[in-house]
């Protein structure tokens, strides 16, 4: 597909415009946790606590969970691999790996869309899908329809690249609520510069991050995609010790459980880049902010990236959304 730097038509669940409730905000929440590793039901059942604590205690109506986190962020394991050869250790420990990882759809995916049905609110969820023999890290889209879709990261950074396959241009979804639109991009994805222009596209209004890179550096790409897409930004990374993992499964950083592996930085931005929660580090715990929508018209006075300074007599934007996983 090849457009114009114009607005790109949102993706539509159930493919029906959802009715605007002429709201002017909106309270959203960024969870930073991790769930026990290699522990599939542990994860799911941290997962629907930590939801329903997000909406009933801090009135979330849009919940943002971490990259990985049913299914699991296997920080300093190696698997095993060196250039060239695998180790029989290293491939049992995939297949526990792989154990751990959810089908979609399936019985997680149905327990959480059940909640956010229950309790009429939107979530956005990190997981580790198994599709076929292959594994991808995703973001699971959830509403009180229930289930709505995913995104599958497209480019796994670095060593993740010998664990998970890479996504295709069909899952890359901004889901229009009615009253705001929002979609996700996965830890480095938000560093991919026509991954962002294709979501500005499509009038993300809320960008949401899951993530587990927890640099001091992520605050400035977060506080930048938020100026430069004029939208909310909601990122939500893992707090992730040692003692999360199997006494037999010892991560490169050491074996105490209280090492940290994962060390946070979830926060919540404006449309003008400002923090409006956190960077929560050190400890678990729900970032929450109320939005005043209103905000992405003020800050889209003086720039729109894909409006009135996107240049579209210069630059054309080209994306293939063809799905090309079976």
């Known amino acids: 597909m090849t457009l114009p730097y114009v607005r790109g038509a949102p993706y539509r669940c159930h493919m029906t415009a959802p009715e605007s409730s002429n709201k002017t905000s909106i309270t959203v929440a960024a969870v930073q946790a991790a769930a026990p590793l290699f522990d599939r039901a542990a994860a ?15 009135g979330a109506e849009l919940i943002v969970l971490p990259e990985g986190f049913l299914g699991g962020y296997p920080k300093g394991l ?18 526990r790996y792989a154990d751990a990882a959810l089908e979609v ?7 959480i869309g059940d909640l956010t049905r229950e309790l009429s609110c939107h979530a956005v969820v990190g997981a580790i899908e198994r599709r076929h023999g292959t594994l991808y890290c995703v973001a699971l889209h959830f509403g009180p329809q229930g289930y709505i879709g995913l995104h599958r990261k497209l480019m796994p950074t670095a060593g993740e690249r010998y664990l998970w396959g890479q996504g295709d241009g069909s899952t890359m979804p901004v889901i229009d609520t009615g009253d ?20 500005y596209a499509k009038d993300v209004d809320i960008w949401c991050a899951p993530t587990v890179d927890d640099r001091e550096v992520w605050l400035s790409t ?3 995609i938020a100026l430069e897409g004029r939208c909310f930004v909601v990122s939500a990374a893992q707090f992730q010790t040692r003692a999360n993992y199997p006494d037999d499964v010892i991560p490169v950083q050491g074996n105490s459980p209280e090492t940290v592996l994962i060390d946070g930085g979830s926060v919540i931005v404006s449309p003008l880049g400002e923090v409006l929660a956190g960077p929560l580090r050190g400890a678990e715990g729900i970032l929450s902010a109320e939005l005043d929508l209103d905000d992405l018209t003020r800050a889209r006075f003086d720039f729109d990236p894909v409006g009135h300074y996107a240049r579209p007599d210069i630059f054309t934007l080209t994306t293939d959304e063809t799905a090309r996983l079976t």
């Not at 059942?45 to 939801?51: H, M, N, P, R, T």
């Not at 759809?105 to 327990?111: R, Y």
């Open 222 to 224: 977060m506080r930048h």
């Open 78 to 95: 190696d698997f095993g691999i060196t250039v060239g050869s695998r180790t029989p250790e290293g491939r049992d420990l995939f297949r």
């Open 105 to 111: 759809p399936g019985e997680e995916v149905t327990a």
């Open 180 to 199: 705001v639109r929002f979609g996700a991009a996965i830890c480095w994805e938000n560093y991919m510069p026509l991954f962002r222009a294709s979501m």
């Open 44 to 58: 799911l059942d941290k997962a629907i606590s930590l939801i329903t604590r997000a909406h009933t205690e801090l």
